[in-house]
């Protein structure tokens, strides 16, 4: 069915249907499309522009549509089905179901206004949803973090750095992820505004209710203005923003723990479950789960700048660019929550290799930064006594030994304010119930 045949005095070119098609990725915004209908004929109905048993009855009717879909009693069968989008086919549907009254659901609406209203419903929906997998995969860091409660090198640099603990490294992830549940949290609340009623940008000379259609519909309110309610994206591009970042916050995850599940670190085992084996080489166990989600973040990035080319520059008001919005926000969702969902499993399984990490811990000096600070409150300027451990760390490197094998006398040599007490600021377990490092055992109970 096409909803625009009247004022064209040729068929349309069949290459140029498929072109303009969206039916074949909008079709998940079936769900959308007919409650937001729904809504609309409801209003027209109360508000008295098509009679109330004819709005009834399409009401009525929709609400079969959408359940013999979600039944698998109709199909979406994409192109077959010869709708230009979804909306189309919905339409169809009705209008072959019962006939004339079906055509009067189009009423003081337009294909921009309820394009405008399906993606902000979907977007609000899959925010929702994001936000579920995000809360999912930081409890799940919380958990193996608090399992074990081992010490662990931080690095900059990705040298060994100072001591830190397990459950910290995991809570840095959580920090991020908490950051992200409230981007996503703050995008839904800017976007609940319902474009419906915008028509095609100028409004309508029928008397309908805004108010009441975005009441039903669950909006905070109806948008400001026609123009702006069918020509902004900018909510699809804040999600694609907040997701790309969540993909940042993911990718970092992954690439630790590919290096760390290497020989050379051992830090952890990713399980089976979440890893392959090579076609060539039989004792090969590769990350690939956190590679690929390594790899997917770029095209979920790929989206976002997609999506910001689209619109810029885009003369006000619809324009059918705008159709383009689709497939790349899409497909960032899917891949997104996949990835979450993913990381989720790979985070609850991790084997954490505890004693490779303490040991790792006692290589490198770690404690330097604590003899300085020991130093320090002994009267030393701190410049002096980042002088003074240097010469001790080239002293133990020479002899091949850590700072806490030193004797007293050894290390008066150095400084003669070292007394016994020096040993309790160069022991790891020590270190970290010290100062505001205790903040870091505070955080992972
Ligand atoms: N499939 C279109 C889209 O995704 C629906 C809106 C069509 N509006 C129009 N004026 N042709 O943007």
């Known amino acids: 069915m096409k909803l625009w045949g009247g004022r064209f005095r040729e068929q349309e070119n069949r290459m140029m249907e498929d072109f303009n098609s969206s039916f074949p990725f909008d079709d998940r915004l079936y769900k959308e499309d ?7 004929v409801t209003m027209l109905g109360e508000q008295g522009i098509i009679p109330k048993e004819d709005a009834d009855l399409i009401y009525k ?10 039944k698998g009693r109709l199909a979406l069968t994409g192109k077959s089905q010869d709708a230009e989008d979804i909306h189309t086919f919905v339409e169809g549907e009705l209008i072959r179901r019962i006939g004339d009254v079906g055509k009067k659901l189009h009423t003081g609406r337009s294909r921009n206004d309820q394009v405008a209203l399906d993606m902000r419903m979907y977007a609000r929906r899959q925010a929702d949803e994001l936000i579920e997998k995000v809360q999912g995969l930081r409890k799940a860091l919380h958990t193996t ?12 640099h990705l040298q060994r750095a100072q001591v830190i603990t397990f459950p910290y490294w995991a809570g840095a992830y959580e920090s991020m992820l908490t950051r992200d549940e409230k981007r996503l949290a703050n995008t839904k609340e800017l976007l609940n505004e319902c474009p419906l009623g915008a028509a095609a940008l100028a409004g309508t000379t029928h008397n309908i209710d805004r108010s009441r259609t975005a009441q039903i519909l669950g909006f905070d309110r109806p948008a400001a203005n026609f123009i702006d309610a069918v020509s902004d994206r900018d909510y699809l591009i804040e999600l694609l923003s907040d997701m790309s970042l969540i993909m940042v916050h993911l990718s970092r995850l992954c690439e630790e723990l590919i290096l760390w599940s290497s020989q050379e670190f051992k830090f ?3 399980d089976d479950a979440y890893a392959t084996g090579s076609s060539i080489m ?4 590769n990350p690939d789960a956190c590679e690929l989600v390594r790899g997917k973040t770029g095209r979920v990035f790929g989206s976002l700048t997609g999506l910001l080319t689209v619109m810029k520059g885009l003369p006000l008001a619809y ?7 689709k497939e790349q926000f899409f497909d960032a969702v899917d891949t997104v929550k996949a990835c979450l969902d993913i990381m989720t499993g790979v985070v609850s399984t991790l084997k954490v290799n505890e004693n490779v990490m303490e040991k ?20 030393v300027p701190f410049r002096d006594a980042h002088a003074i451990v240097g010469r001790i760390v080239i002293a133990c490197e020479d002899k091949h030994c850590a700072i806490e094998d030193l004797t007293l006398d ?9 007394d016994e007490s020096i040993y309790d600021f160069l022991d790891y377990h020590q270190i970290i119930r010290k100062g505001n490092k205790k903040e870091m055992l505070e955080a992972s109970k």
């Open 410 to 418: 050894e290390l008066r040599t150095f400084d003669p304010v070292f």
């Open 360 to 379: 790792s811990v006692r290589s490198g000096f770690l404690n330097a930064t604590e003899v300085a600070d020991y130093l320090v409150d002994h009267g």
């Open 282 to 285: 039989p004792q090969k166990k």
């Open 145 to 156: 973090g608090s399992q074990h409660p081992c010490l662990m090198p931080g690095y900059t």
């Open 319 to 325: 324009d059918k660019d705008m159709q383009e919005d």
């Open 34 to 40: 007919i409650t937001g209908s729904m809504a609309h």
């Open 268 to 270: 952890v085992d990713i």
């Open 61 to 70: 009717t929709l609400g079969q549509i959408l359940s013999d879909l979600e």
